[in-house]
């Protein structure tokens, strides 16, 4: 069932490439849809209806990109629920693996480590992305309209480097977190849970198991977030015609 459904899915988006505007291609790949979605009632993964729903998504903003407008909310609670996760996920975190240890020597072992995995997998990161838009040609076509002269964006001052070494640390870390500014959360964790592993034990404990539960209970929540997940990718936008393809 999940190979078929993978075919029909596959032939029909092939065939309405090579001859648009027939209604049958579109049967084809809902009936793909449609096998997928019973193969994934045997106790597929979550990744596996991540999969299927981002295909979904995909299908309704190619065939009804009016109503796919209407779900985008669904879309948007997502990246709500991922964005209030990162900030308390990384305080608890960072201040639970400074502070456990209680050997800021080997901490910055652990950090420098930490550092260059950190740069290598961005690296890599960035390549993939750049690769994927090459080879796609995602935004070819679409023009987004000019804003209105009420609605002009005034140009902004180029960042200098004394303003962005300010900006690295935080003024107040309840404003920082509020505004998920994650670098000012993270130069906030790392001198707290120093300045923890500075302390006798009898007053780091307490502290430190907050920060434990803390990490943990976030750990709980990014688990029921991603249940939501297969939702929030499927939620689709319209997806445009590119003029020098036609339409799917």
Request: hydrophobic content about 55%; glycine content about 10%; overall charge positive.
């Amino acid at each position: 069932m999940l190979v078929a459904g993978i075919v029909l899915f596959a032939a029909g988006a092939l065939l309405a490439l090579l001859l648009p505007g027939h209604g049958m291609f579109l049967v084809l790949r809902w009936s793909g849809l449609l096998l997928l979605a019973f193969a994934g009632m045997r106790g597929r993964s979550l990744t596996y209806w991540i999969f299927v729903a981002m295909l979904v998504g995909f299908e309704l903003g190619i065939d009804r990109p009016e109503f796919a407008v209407r779900l985008r909310v669904l879309g948007d609670i997502f990246l709500r629920l991922i964005k209030v996760i990162v900030a308390p996920l990384i305080l608890g975190t960072l201040v639970t693996g400074i502070a456990a240890h209680g050997n800021l020597k080997k901490v910055g072992r652990i950090g420098l480590k930490s550092l260059i995995y950190f740069e290598v997998v961005t690296t890599i990161a960035l390549f993939l992305g750049i690769g994927a838009i090459n080879l796609t040609g995602a935004g070819e076509g679409v023009h987004l309209p000019a804003p209105a002269a009420d609605q002009a964006v005034a140009p902004t001052a180029a960042l200098k480097w004394d303003d962005f070494l300010l900006h690295v640390f935080p003024e107040n870390i309840a404003k920082a977190v509020a505004e998920n500014q994650i670098l000012q959360v993270a130069v906030f964790a790392v001198l707290f849970g120093i300045a923890l592993t500075l302390v006798p034990e009898k007053t780091r404990q307490p502290m430190l198991s907050l920060a434990e539960s803390l990490a943990q209970t976030m750990f709980k929540f990014t688990n029921i977030v991603m249940y939501y997940a297969p939702i929030g990718v499927g939620a689709p936008a319209p997806v445009l015609p590119r003029p020098d393809h036609g339409e799917l």
